[in-house]
């Protein structure tokens, strides 16, 4: 089974940056989608950005234009850079893995990187 740790949170004013990483350990990083997902406070966890093994990408109507996935499949790591920072993009982020764009994640969680976008 894959498992995932997140890095590269932190405090961030409105309009700033930040980079997430998610290394990935186990077998198979090469066979999933890898998607990065979201958990606010008194929210439901949200998948924010999807990419395929091929490198397709898909992004919430919320994060579009803004966020950008990556991964290096030799690393087995999922990028996420977050430009143009919200407050309402306050959460804890996670990486997981699914079997294809929109299906139910795979693998356990890991502890998450926490993301705080305040003036």
């Known amino acids: 089974q894959v498992q995932f740790v997140e890095s590269g949170g932190g405090l961030v004013q409105p309009g700033g940056s930040l980079r997430l990483s998610c290394a990935a350990s186990?077998?198979?990083?090469?066979?999933?989608?890898m998607g990065w997902y979201r958990h606010a406070p008194g929210k439901q966890r949200e998948l924010v950005a999807a990419?395929?093994?091929?490198?397709?990408?898909n992004y919430a109507g919320s994060v579009k234009g803004r966020f950008t996935i990556s991964r290096d499949n030799a690393k087995n790591t999922v990028y996420l850079q977050m430009n143009s920072l919200k407050p309402e993009d306050t959460a804890v982020y996670y990486c997981?893995?699914?079997?294809?764009?929109?299906?139910?994640?795979?693998?356990?969680w890991g502890q998450g990187t926490q993301v705080t976008v305040s003036s």
């Open positions: 997981n893995a699914a079997i294809t764009i929109g299906s139910p994640p795979t693998g356990s």
């Open positions: 186990g077998s198979g990083f090469r066979m999933f989608v």
């Open positions: 990419i395929t093994v091929g490198g397709s990408t």
